[in-house]
């Protein structure tokens, strides 16, 4: 869902923030950070203490406990040459009307749930619906919407991933200004947290500008957190990343992020890659990402790994199929029972970063192939 954002001209940092530095580069418009130094947890350096911020941060930033080393549990590797066909319904399956309807989050069960995110002309929602087959759905209505009066502001609680924990299911979700927001947890019964879960990267990172697309999965003792980061360059960079957590509240960042780049000139994601989802299928981890080209059009690429960590994009990129999702399709959630792996995606006919293309939810399929894979 998140468009590239341009940034306005400032002057230097005045923030110290928590995390290992990003990689090394100059952006044309030099901007102040943002967001408060207290949702980083640490306090900006001052002049007193005698140290340049930039060397006192040097110093700070290998001990922090905010970021770690980690990878899944690695998983055996399978059939080198398999890869998917995506079968896509004709029809969409979910639609708002005289609204939008983006970015499904399918949780499995009777019934299956579907959080997905509505958009009503001035801010996106999050609503929910239900389902028995997973192409009927019924909406159950609104369950969150931005709180002005808070960190969120007045444009998005949506674009989030569900998971079911302990009975109940929770909700990681993106809020914030347009241009800047973070990842907050809702869980059932009301229980918001107070402000971001995830908060943005270090001074100069990869994810200094902006956190969005979240995509939670649940291994053994962890929760795993994909997620879209932007950076300050000029035009913004978007990337994909990884956090883990115990409790789903605090998070540590993989040290190593970013773990997806875009492709280089010409190709379908040269303009950016987000909205992750992650499975896994016969000894891999699976993701399917939304890439954007360089007219805004955006497709479904499809990458593997035995570790969660280290990607190797797949030739396969996926095109809407049918009229009224000529122009984009995104925003994928997958389900597997068995041998069968279900997704369902949003799309629409107008090549727009947000929202404006008359979004709509569809489904289909992704049926195991075998392929030559280039190297």
Known sequence: MMGRIAVGIGGADPLVRAGPPGPAFRSKNQVPARGPAADQGV?????????????????????????TDFTLPTLPGGDPALTFALDERAEPVLSEPGQEALNP?????????????????RAWHTAMATSADGIGWQSRGTILSPDARTWEGSYIAANGSALIEGGKWWYWYQAGPKPTPRIGLLRQGAVREPAPVVGYGPYMSWDERAIADPDAI?????????????????PPRQRLGLARSRDGVHWEKL????????????????????????????????????????????????????????????????????????????????????????????????????????????????RPVHATLAP
């Not at 306090?43 to 970021?67: D, E, F, K, V």
């Open 43 to 67: 306090r900006p350096a001052t002049a007193a203490s005698g140290l340049p911020a930039l060397l006192l941060a040097a110093l700070l930033l290998p001990g922090c406990g905010n970021y």
């Open 105 to 121: 989050s399918v949780v499995p069960g009777q019934p299956l749930l579907n959080f997905y995110s509505r958009f009503d002309g």
């Open 218 to 234: 649940r291994i053994g003792p962890y929760f795993y957190l994909y997620y879209l980061g932007q950076d300050r360059a000029d």
């Open 255 to 366: 040290r190593a992020n970013p773990i997806l780049s875009p492709g280089g000139p010409g190709a379908f994601d040269e303009n950016g890659v987000g909205e992750p989802a992650v499975w896994q299928f016969h000894g891999f981890y699976w993701m399917l990402f939304t890439g954007r080209d360089r007219g805004e059009r955006r497709r479904l690429g499809l990458a593997r790994s035995t570790d969660g960590v280290h990607w190797r994009k797949l030739p396969q990129v996926f095109a809407g199929a049918e009229a009224w999702d000529s122009e984009v399709i995104c925003d994928p959630t997958v389900a597997v029972d068995g041998e069968e792996i279900r997704v369902w995606f949003g799309g629409g006919d107008a090549a727009k970063p947000d929202e404006g293309i008359d979004g709509r939810i569809g489904y289909g399929t992704l």
